[in-house]
């Protein structure tokens, strides 16, 4: 079974041929949902699922791990009690592999029981969910964002068909969790930047139409002890960890925009912007949903989309004799009991103070909080939770996507971008004609991952540039469409910085391009091969 991709129209074409009406989800109250925040985590595939301790926790969602369709009937008692499933199909070291038949017969039997969110692939940025080689010795392959040809490129047109499938039977597809770390290789930020780019610049109409209809961003937020409840009136104080309660406010979960971390090191958000913060700082309840939808908004003007950290919270849970437990040490740490307080304050706060597209969390996980810890019992968060109803949410109608800031799509015309003072708001690469994408991504990987342009093959674009953003274009051309890409650029659009390279191989293009990503220089200095 091959997934469908979008027709251009309001239909989609299945993978049998059959057209199917598009649902559009144009607003983000539009998702179908239990507007309650909590969520847990189940214990694995295969593995019983005792509904109870879900529905007498008032949980709004369940993250299922399954291998196949072993929790059809549970997913069906789940949503009759208002609990929302999120499925993800478990195969172990998959990194970018394309589904097998067998999983999309998976996943279309939990459709047809009602299921609407869906998961594929799982924290690309760390080595262990790639295929191993035998003995155990590391991944098979590099895994970095920087490995366009077998991390990048793969994982991402294989997300696509499978989300394009998914958005065809009327559910939601989930944008990729990642592990969110800092170290240079794994960081998530970087991850995501390099997912997001290559799909606005290679699939740009049909990544638009995904968002448009049902993506949704999958995170997970270990949050470590990035939180606190303030001392009433002093919002930089915290309070004692054995005074913290849910049942009053005061509570900072915005982390690192809170008080304590902006004294701390001024400036800092969840892209970084600060010395402390060479690769952002993603370990907070938000971040990576901030992060996602400032990609989309940038690279795609889409957003904001829903966010749901399907794995998180606040982990580990101490022992009842332990003393705080305590990651960060700018924060107070959390014990047995002030945990309980604190997670049913996490919920509350998403439904009342937080972000109108962050949805929820799925504790990790369901046997970290229904084992028995000895003659203390199960931990305080259980009964907590219990005996205290959820806050709801209630989702503005916000869209989920707007014009394309880059394709012709809609609006009047604009007159073309102003001119370029320092650095261009924009970068296309333009491909003369002849030329396809393709060959660019096979043959200047160096390049695009230095500078990130959008590449074009339609310069109708240009017109629908607002005056206040100013634009390049790189022309790739040969030299016998030279002076064309001269009249149509150069001539049609004197604010443009006009960047053109000629050469009459692919083998001539290529050296420029590498020639250029090594000395860190996008445009200008040369338009023939390096001598």
Known sequence: ????????????????????????????NDYQWSHNPRGMHNIEVYQSLDTSRYTDTHMGWAKIICGGAEFLGIVQTLMANNCTPIIRTWRGGYGATYPDPGMFDVWQAYIDVGVKWFEMYNEPNLDGEWPQIEGGFGPTIDVSYQNFYEVVRPMMDNWLNWAEWIIARGAYPGFIAFSETTDSRHAAIRWAEAFVSYLASAHRARFRNVIANGMWI?????????????????PGVPRPVNQQTANEGGWHFEYPRDPICQAHDPGRTVWGGTPLTPNGDPVGLTNMGVV?????????????????????????????????HVIDVRYPGYTWHSHAEATVAMFDWMANEGPPWMFGVTLWKEDDYFSSRGEHGLPPAVDRMKYRAPALKNVPALPTIGPDNLTAETGPYLGGPGPVHGAPDYHFVALAPGLQAEWFFETARAYW????PAVVTNLSVIPYIP?????????????????????????????????????????????????????????????????
Do not use: C
């Open 292 to 324: 996602v939808n400032d990609l989309l908004k940038r690279y795609v003007n889409g957003g904001p989309l829903p966010v749901v950290g399907t794995e998180g919270g606040i982990w580990r849970i101490p022992a009842p004799d332990d003393p705080p």
């Open 1 to 28: 079974m091959s997934a469908p991709r979008f027709a251009a129209a309001d239909v989609i074409l299945d993978s049998d041929g059959q057209a199917r009406t598009r649902e559009k989800h144009v607003n983000l």
């Open 218 to 234: 999958a995170t997970h937020p270990y949050i470590a002890n990035h939180f606190y409840q303030a001392v009433p009136g002093q």
């Open 467 to 531: 005056a206040d953003y100013s634009l390049a274009v790189t022309v790739i051309t040969r030299s016998d469409t030279i002076s064309y890409m001269d009249q149509v650029v150069r001539d049609a659009w004197p604010n443009v910085l006009y960047d053109p390279i000629v050469a009459d191989s692919i083998e001539g293009m290529a050296e420029i391009l590498n020639w250029r990503a090594a000395n860190g220089l996008p445009f200008g200095v040369r338009r023939d091969a390096p001598g």
């Open 449 to 452: 991952q230095a500078f990130r």
